[in-house]
């Protein structure tokens, strides 16, 4: 239970922060560029000459990017199926297959290498609870409010991820 408390006050620590933290796209340094909050735009699994959708063509996705070196990242499928007994804890298996494969979350802490142009992802608690402890390295490019990067692994066999998003304006408070 400690586990996930501990998680719930990171990530809400990093809604909280993120998106007023944004800084411009024209910063210095690959570090003070990827910090802000970013939307998937897509996210494309090469392995030779298949390509795939992994989350669909119409993929939902968020990546916040701390100031302080945290990360918290959640992609689903543009659809995910209402659990029909209104309980998440009393879903079909059809239910929990489908949401599960339709659905990842990761945070941890990231280091930027400004000279190799990486970011690296170190993984404390995902969805796919194989990653807990991963150090995933992510070839980075920052043009404008874009930000590409290729995960050199994938989850479903040998290839590789391209994965686009793009920097999302910081929330602005309801009237």
Do not use: H
Not at 38 to 59: I, M
Not at 89 to 111: F, H, V
Not at 127 to 136: D, I
Request: net charge neutral; aromatic share 8%; hydrophobic share 40%.
């Amino acid at each position: 239970m400690k586990r996930k408390t501990r998680g719930c006050a990171i990530l809400a620590a990093a809604l909280s922060v993120a998106p007023g933290t944004a800084l411009s796209a024209e910063a210095d340094s690959l570090k003070e560029q990827v910090v802000g909050t970013w939307k998937l735009v897509s996210l494309v699994v090469n392995q030779g000459d298949r390509k795939v959708n992994l989350f669909g063509d119409n993929a939902r996705g968020i990546q916040i990017m701390t100031p302080d070196g945290r990360f918290a990242n959640i992609i689903t499928r543009e659809s995910l199926p209402l659990y029909a007994g209104a309980k998440r804890m009393k879903g079909t298996a059809e239910e929990y297959t489908a949401i599960g494969q339709g659905s990842n979350a990761l945070y941890g802490t990231y280091e930027v290498d400004e000279a190799e142009g990486i970011v690296t992802f170190n993984v404390e608690v995902s969805t796919f609870p194989n990653w807990e402890g991963e150090t995933q390295r992510r070839k980075s490019v920052i043009d404008g409010d874009t930000w590409r990067y290729t995960n050199p692994m994938t989850a479903i066999g040998p290839g590789n991820v391209e994965v686009v998003w793009t920097r999302m304006e910081p929330a602005r408070p309801a009237d």
